[in-house]
């Protein structure tokens, strides 16, 4: 209850928001603020069952557990990683370092991947990042923009002479995460209800390509060769320049044909969009 000789309204609210989102609890949010218990009586009433600091923190408790709890379902092969404690740590760590700054919990997550890169625990699990990376891209891919996927139909008529103008641009719903380490073998444990083991480190060059389809979403590992020709191909270019870039490092025919395979496995995968 307000009293009312109290604050304002918006005062008020600022205050209670400012007290319910501290992640070390409502007693520590008033000592940094030079503030008392007492400071909450124009705030909050207290009684004989429960103290106005006592009140608050059941609505700090809440809303960190919300949070918490929306973040493991954004990561969740990171919170089985870590189990229940270190998870709780971890996400109490990113709170202090990164509060909510979005109305929608949909964004809460977004900082994670760069905060784990930094974070002390990513010493001993190097691959921790690389981890928080695959799954928010999973999230993230999910929600960008739809567009028209170019269809295979649309190349059974194209004559030959064409193709080498055809021009290739990959889908908004896309994202490359690199990673040294074969984080995708954790994940598909997980998700297959198994343990977090360990992820082995990969080879060099290794990444995961992000896409939607549809509405559902895929990863899977990429070599080098592919990851470089997805590079020409991000932001657009032509069916002949993917070839040419190809065919620095191979003979033009093995390019030719490592280029169409690359451009059927793509169409297949809806991974380019339609002009």
């Known amino acids: 209850m307000r009293r009312a000789d109290g604050p304002s309204l918006?005062?008020?609210?600022e205050r209670f928001f400012q007290l319910i989102t501290a992640p070390e609890g409502v007693a520590k949010a008033l000592r940094d603020r030079g503030m008392t218990a007492g400071d909450l009586d124009a705030l909050v009433v207290g009684d004989a069952r429960a103290s106005?600091?006592?009140?608050?923190?059941?609505?700090?408790?809440?809303?960190?557990?919300?949070?918490?709890?929306?973040?493991?379902?954004?990561f969740p092969t990171l919170a089985a990683a870590?189990?229940?404690?270190?998870?709780?740590?971890?996400?109490?760590?990113y709170l202090l370092a990164h509060p909510p700054d979005h109305p929608s919990l949909r964004y809460v997550g977004r900082a994670l991947p760069a905060f784990v890169a930094g974070h002390g625990r990513a010493v001993a699990l190097p691959w921790l990042p690389e981890l928080a990376a695959l799954e928010w891209?999973?999230?993230?891919?999910?929600?960008?923009?739809?567009?028209?996927?170019?269809?295979?139909e649309a190349l059974i008529g194209l004559p030959a002479s064409a193709f080498g103008e055809l021009g290739l641009r990959l889908v908004p719903a896309h994202e490359i995460v690199v990673a040294r380490h074969a984080v995708e073998e954790m994940w598909r444990a997980v998700e297959a209800g198994g343990a977090a083991v360990e992820p082995p480190l990969a080879g060099a060059g290794h990444a995961l390509l992000v896409w939607r389809r549809g509405v559902t979403v895929y990863h899977?590992?990429?070599?080098?060769?592919?990851?470089?020709?997805?590079?020409?191909?991000?932001?657009?270019?032509?069916?002949g320049a993917l070839c040419a870039a190809l065919g620095r490092d191979r003979p033009d025919d093995a390019a030719?044909?490592?280029?169409?395979?690359?451009l059927a496995r793509w169409v297949a995968d809806e991974l380019l969009a339609a002009d």
């Open 10 to 13: 918006a005062e008020a609210q």
């Open 52 to 74: 106005a600091v006592e009140r608050l923190d059941v609505y700090a408790n809440m809303y960190f557990f919300r949070i918490r709890d929306v973040l493991a379902e954004y």
């Open 82 to 93: 870590l189990g229940p404690a270190g998870f709780h740590d971890l996400v109490t760590d």
């Open 137 to 152: 891209a999973r999230l993230d891919v999910f929600d960008r923009t739809d567009v028209r996927p170019l269809a295979r």
């Open 220 to 239: 899977r590992p990429l070599d080098r060769t592919e990851v470089d020709a997805l590079a020409h191909v991000r932001d657009g270019c032509s069916f």
């Open 256 to 262: 030719a044909a490592l280029a169409a395979g690359m």
